[in-house]
């Protein structure tokens, strides 16, 4: 990868819904093909990967490795299972060291072990998450890499679906009033007395249980199959109690070795 092969970073303000979409517009209409790489202030940094102007995959961020692992078991879990048991001397070394969650999709399509519509599914979804945290980050810096490309494209992802669902997923937010909440941070018990006396003792068991530091707002709406707005929503008042906090924890680690650039 050569500085020459990219672009001067460029900032954008208030990095929302249409300024988003004049982004990929504006990469759309001379076909571009490498990495949109975007970064905020806090130092968190996406990159998107397009082939001909067309979203084909995104990653980075807090989180890239729960990301993926959430959305690959919900729409196909079985292949969470199918991990330990993949050939790895078959994968792709180069391709696994670029974006090895794409390798992993690559491999189980080849193997007929995943539809496309599954594969799909799965990344839109991821993107859409991406696009939410790129909003809540609201100021970003944007750089073009056209040194870097995926080798094969999976999918084609449009991107102003992509980002009208994260917009509205984020005004739900915000009116849910959680603007200053993040859906990658973890809920922990911080005062287990006060807790106990302000719910029942059923509602106590399972809020101590599942709200141990581990698991984010994220993976436990997975995890219990709820909207994550509503139920964080129900968590607010013992948050502002400082009963319950919500704190940031590290990524899981991937689940297969990768090789160095």
């Known amino acids: 990868m050569t500085e020459s092969s990219k672009s001067p970073k460029v900032p954008i303000r208030e990095f929302i819904g249409t300024r988003q979409s004049n982004l990929f517009q504006t990469l759309k209409q001379p076909q571009f093909t490498g990495e949109l790489i975007l970064e905020s202030a806090r130092g968190e940094q ?3 990967y397009l ?7 995104a990653t980075g961020g807090k989180h890239p490795v729960r990301r993926w692992t959430r959305n690959v078991t919900k729409y196909a879990p079985v292949l969470i299972t199918d991990l330990a048991t993949i050939e790895k001397s078959i994968l792709n070394k180069d391709s696994l060291a670029k974006c090895w969650e794409y390798e992993l999709l690559n491999y189980w399509l080849q193997k007929e072990e995943v539809t496309r519509q599954q594969l799909s599914q799965i990344i839109r979804s991821a993107i859409v998450e991406i696009l939410f945290d790129v909003t809540q980050a609201m100021e ?3 750089q073009l890499n ?8 999976l999918v084609f992802i449009d991107a ?9 997923d984020w005004q739900k937010w915000q009116g849910a009033k959680l603007a200053d909440r993040f859906p990658n941070d973890c809920p922990l018990v911080r005062q287990q007395d006060q807790l106990k006396q302000k719910t029942s003792p059923k509602t106590y068991q399972i809020m ?5 530091g581990k698991n984010t707002l994220r993976d436990l709406s ?13 968590m607010l008042p013992y948050i502002q109690l400082g009963l319950i906090d919500l704190i940031t924890v590290p990524d899981l680690p991937p689940p297969i070795a990768i090789p160095k650039k």
């Not at 101590?208 to 141990?212: E, G, Q, R, S």
């Not at 219990?224 to 964080?232: C, P």
């Open 208 to 212: 101590v249980k599942l709200f141990n």
């Open 51 to 57: 082939y001909l102007g067309r979203i084909i995959y």
């Open 222 to 234: 997975l995890q219990l199959n709820q909207d994550i707005m509503q139920m964080t929503r129900l």
């Open 140 to 142: 970003i810096v944007f």
């Open 146 to 153: 056209t040194s870097q490309s995926l080798s094969t494209q």
């Open 46 to 48: 996406w990159t998107f």
């Open 160 to 168: 102003d679906q992509v980002i009208v669902e994260a917009w509205e």
